[in-house]
């Protein structure tokens, strides 16, 4: 393929190619554009900066996450060089960089990053934007990982009040602040008030998006954790194998969000104590962790520490029959 393609004509090939699936062809065409968008174009222009987010984004998904922080920071520095520091753009490539973190369990990091971000989008958007209520929940769940559990609730609050207040009550963004508050609420053990929150966000997410859109599988996944901590397991097992069905149609088999539903419903079978089904869900999970994280992950070897007490209660089972 030509380089004397323009980086738009290359990026809307990309595009077409992503719709089939060709998650290769895509990476390939995103790494031209950006090469030619280099050359013509110089490092420090808006085009770059674009293009940098857009592989960055596409590695994210794909589960490439150390591929990721690279490319983002990539496009950061030319949002920076383009924009200014304190810009919207930048901002917005600080969010992308504290999802990564997150995913990756660097929780710090991820709170610096939003903290970072959140003072330019109020003077960009006003108080009362949907992305910024976004930021808040980002926030929100990152001090929840931390173990800040009244701070993360407040900030859930302040987005929901200012999603109802300012939105409307059937906007995705209050399902977002709803479920929010709900795995706060389910973290402390509150399921009563957790699970109605869980159902109006899962109403509300699915009255806005498809079947398979990827913003009703997490939260048919929270849903599923709130029955599996009642015990409801068949409950709960119909929905992570649904919520696991929409992230693999959309995302593919090694995503984050994948991982984390596989894991799930491994504990799940393992708790019910169906070791060989949960066996082959870790098995799966090991390979992913793997290739995402790297060998030496401590995510990665308490996968194997717990494929290897699944082993131990196989055994247990066969000398029993």
């Not at 990091?109 to 930021?135: I, M, N, S, V, Y």
């Not at 009040?161 to 402390?188: F, M």
């Not at 015990?231 to 929409?246: D, P, W």
């Not at 992913?288 to 520490?305: C, K, Q, Y």
Request: glycine content about 6%; hydrophobic content about 40%; charged content about 25%.
């Amino acid at each position: 393929m030509s380089t004397s393609q323009s980086p738009n004509e290359l990026l809307r090939k990309a595009e077409l190619l992503k719709k089939i699936g060709d998650h290769m062809g895509v990476e390939n065409l995103y790494r031209q554009a950006l090469r030619v968008a280099r050359q013509t174009l110089g490092e420090d222009h808006p085009e770059v900066a674009y293009v940098y987010s857009l592989l960055a984004l596409h590695y994210q998904q794909r589960g490439e996450l150390i591929k990721a922080e690279r490319t983002f920071k990539h496009a950061l520095s030319a949002c920076r060089q383009s924009f200014g520091t304190e810009s919207l753009q930048a901002s917005r490539v600080h969010v992308a960089l504290a999802n990564v973190y997150f995913i990756q369990g660097e929780y710090k990091r991820a709170a610096l990053r939003l903290k970072r971000a959140l003072p330019a989008q109020e003077r960009f958007f006003g108080l009362e934007h949907p992305d910024l209520c976004d930021t808040l929940l980002d926030l929100s769940r990152v001090l929840e990982k931390q173990g800040k559990a009244r701070e993360a609730e407040l900030l859930a609050q302040q987005a929901l009040a200012k999603g109802e207040s300012e939105l409307n009550t059937w906007h995705p963004a209050v399902g977002s602040a709803l479920r929010q508050l709900a795995l706060i609420k389910t973290g402390a053990g509150q399921y009563a008030d957790a699970e109605p929150m869980m159902e109006r966000a899962l109403a509300i997410m699915g009255n806005f998006a498809e079947y398979f859109n990827p913003e009703t599988a997490p939260t048919l996944c929270d849903l599923a954790d709130l029955y599996n901590r009642r015990q409801a397991f068949r409950k709960a097992e119909k929905l992570y194998l649904r919520g696991l069905y929409i992230l693999e149609y959309t995302h593919g088999p090694s995503h984050a969000q994948v991982a984390d539903t596989v894991n799930k419903l491994a504990v799940l079978y393992r708790t019910s104590h169906k070791y060989g089904e949960a066996q082959k869900l870790l098995q799966r999970l090991l390979f992913i962790r793997e290739h995402t994280l790297g060998l030496e992950h401590p995510d990665v070897a308490a996968i194997r520490i717990d494929l290897a007490a699944i082993a131990d209660a196989l055994a247990a089972e066969e000398m029993n029959h």
